[in-house]
């Protein structure tokens, strides 16, 4: 009987043996792959209409592509008419005939299509196969000095008639040295740290031939200095600044809208410290690239100016702009025109008039800030709107009613952003927006009616509060008005004239569809819904929205999750966080979008992956809210992904509470390596990228804003700054679980000296890790972005699931690599192979 018994107790240990060492699952790298950035281009096409408004009427145009192809239309309110406006195939048969290449109405390759000043004709372009050699080339027999040929063509809107322009010089894009005046007869320029400029026949020139030696230009300053210069010259290594040092640069400037004048603010960054990042991978000898960088608590901060410049007389004077210790200044501009987008030489005009310009100043600790009037003859700068509060204050541009006989100002001062009206002198007349929601941005302004049009979210109640929609309100705060309704998420194209706009709505569940409507809210028409069928066709299934409890059981927080598409509630997935901690987001996507580049294409290796937002998080909710992680930038928003991951477990069984990874990228990759060190036994698993680790040497208007800096004001009237704050590598110690960290080694954002020190940190506490440099990338891992995405999936797939199948080739981007012969013939079909 012992003997059966002993035996019985074998064979279930032999069951419980087996049953541990089961094989793991395996990542799903074959459904990842199908949903890679050059396959979603051939899945979703376009998903938002983005009108062009036309100047002498209420009509617009839009491209728009399907599965079918692109076309575009023409839609005219007045009418309530859409019509195509071209004929595709008509089209595709005159070019052909010209170009000699074979297009049809499916495949039309238009470019740069743009309308006619009478607006009864278009103008577009077609890139033919034919090779020739580019205008203006020195070097003729350089391997880049070929081009594909390309054909401009006129379309009579009427008559459907293609011609080609047989002779027309095409304009060369404007180039990002030329600041353009509004009367497009002057360009200014940096040079050599100084402002030039050139007449408009000269502009010309160097537009043709930027090397043409009888370009004549004219100084207007000789006091810049390297560092203390009226042009940019970031983003050059020494060397590239060194031969570069007589090349035109970009000088930000703003003209008065009649171009006598324009105004720029000037940095002196001479006493600034020196950052440093060292391109590797640059040819021949490694190579250095210096930049200004302050960081937190630092004394030594740019200093700020602000200058203008009366053109005629070619003087120019610096304004006394003090009120605050190491201020920052800023010049606004003036808000764009929708009529305008399709110039090619759009002047950039300070908001104001001719006569008068806004600005704001701001404290260092960004505690007070004050938008100012500058009257341009006398140089007098006059503080109309005055913001104070206990943490930092945050202002948009003003809306000027009657060049600034009256200001609408947006504020946050009674804890939710709404806004004021103002008359010319400062004195506030009342209050416009109130109640317990977010106004975000104005969108239009009918001076005549009083009507102001705005964007806000977080008014309407049953709705997750991040939705945007459309308002109106006359200026005494009456007539609030919904004029997009539906539980959507919004984008709206406003028109110059405020009596029409397009609207596309959706969520990251539903379709997104476009309609056009009126002023009052009232539909005009539909326009369209975007194609997903090809999508679907794959399995796709859209996410799911949820909602929880932050981690004092109080404050609602909203996520969304996204889900294997192979998905089986009888199984256990591992779940991951891509998190972003804010303030300036939460990385929750509200609208359909691409967004499965990153976070749906993660799930299909075989996680739930979710996003879900955190007190301290995005600004569209109340003050309270944005600010919760003030003074605690390192763990405010942990304990709420934590409590929103254990909400969701005790919801569904098939998430696994045992198996928890975090990712994230910048800020992301900062929260995610926190969230392993501060609770070590929850979260098993992180992927961290170009993480802000040690905020203290991150840049000082980011932390000192978001984390507090303490302006301290001895008894002589001397003024200095304390920063304080806790970093990452405090914490190595308490590391338990995988953890990879990456940078690219040239970021010059966040510096991978900060991931470099979270190594060192672990490195000293005895810690196992994992380190990644990417090679001559900087914040955003340009492209070896997708290399870093299988990457990361492989380090889930390893520590989640326990599968470490992966072959040293990454055979997913191998796929998509079109291998081809070294020679090509000109019309692009491969040489065949040698014997």
Known sequence: MKKIYLIALLLLAGIGVQAQHASPAKGNYQLASRFSPKKLEKLIFTTTIDPHWLKNSDRFWYEYETSNGKNWYIVDPATKSKQLLLDNAKVASAVTMIVQDPFDAQHLPIQNLKFSEDEKSV??????????????????????????????????????????????????????????????????????????????????????????????????????????????????????????????????????PDSKHFALIRTDERHVKDLWVLHHTAQGRPALETYKYQMPGEKEAPRRELTVFDFANKTHKKINTTAFKDQELSLWSAPALQTQRDDENRPTVWHGTNNKLYFTRTSRDLKRIDVCELEIASGKV?????????????????????????????????????????????????????????SEDIAGIDEKNRVLYFTANGREAGED??????????????????????????????????????????????????ALYNAKGRKVMDLEKADLSRLMTTGYKFPEPFQVKADDGITDIYGVMYKPFDFDSTKTYPIIAYVYPGPQTEAVNKA?????????????????????????????????????????LRDYGLSDKKAAIEQLA????????????????????????????????????????????ENNIYNRWWSEKHHGVKEVVTPKGDTTF???????????????????????????????????????????????????????????????????????????????????????????INREIEHVGEKRRSNGIAAPEED
């Open 650 to 693: 005790d919801r569904h069984r098939f998430i696994d509470i045992d198996r928890v990874g975090i990712t994230g990228h910048s800020g992301g990759g900062f929260m995610s390596t926190a969230a392993m060190l501060v609770y070590p036994d929850f979260f098993k698993v992180a992927v961290s990228g170009a993480g802000n680790h």
């Open 382 to 438: 006059t503080p109309v709107i005055e913001e104070r509060f206990n943490t930092y204050v945050e202002v948009n541009r003003i809306g000027l009613v009657n060049g600034g006989n009256e200001i609408i100002h947006w504020s946050e001062r009674d804890g939710w952003g709404h806004f004021y009206l103002y008359d010319g002198k400062g004195k506030l007349k009342n209050r416009i927006t109130s109640g317990s929601f977010h």
């Open 592 to 632: 359909f979008g691409r967004s499965m580049d990153r976070i749906d294409r993660l799930a299909q290796l075989g996680f739930v992956v979710i996003t879900v937002g955190n007190r301290g998080g995005h600004p569209a909710r109340s003050k309270w809210y944005h600010t919760y992680g003030y003074g605690n």
């Open 465 to 514: 509060p991040y939705l945007m929609h459309l308002y109106r309100i006359n200026f005494d705060g009456s007539g609030l008005t919904l004029l997009n309704k539906g539980n959507f998420d919004n984008s709206i194209s406003l028109n110059d004239n405020n009596t029409f706009f397009v609207n596309t709505a959706s969520r990251v569940n539903t379709v997104p569809v476009s």
């Open 123 to 256: 103008q577009f372009e077609i890139k033919s196969s034919i090779d020739q050699v580019k205008k203006d080339r020195l070097d003729k027999k350089a391997a880049d000095s070929l081009e594909k040929k390309t054909f401009f063509f006129r379309y009579n809107l009427a008559t459907g008639q293609v011609v080609e322009l047989k002779d027309f010089e095409k304009p060369k894009p404007k180039p990002r040295w030329a600041s353009i005046s509004p009367d497009q007869q002057v360009v200014v320029f940096a040079k050599e740290h100084n402002l030039y400029w050139m007449d408009r026949p000269n502009y010309l020139k160097a537009l043709k031939n930027e090397k043409d030696t009888t370009i004549v230009e004219h100084q207007l300053t000789k006091d810049g200095l390297e560092y203390y210069t009226y042009g940019d010259t970031r983003g050059e290594t020494n060397v590239e600044r060194a031969k570069n040092r007589k090349n035109r640069k970009p000088a930000f400037i703003m003209w008065s």
């Open 722 to 812: 304390v920063y304080a704050i806790e970093k990452n590598p405090d914490l190595a110690r308490n590391l338990k679980g995988h953890l990879l960290l990456a940078t690219g080694d040239v970021d010059n954002n966040v510096h991978p000296a900060g991931t470099i020190r979270m190594a060192n940190a672990l490195i000293k506490a005895n810690k196992r890790f994992d380190f990644m440099l990417l090679p001559g990338q900087r914040h955003g891992f340009g492209d070896m972005t997708e290399y870093f995405f299988w990457m990361m999936g492989d380090y889930f797939t390893k520590h989640l699931l326990g599968d470490f199948t992966q072959p040293v080739d990454i055979r997913e």
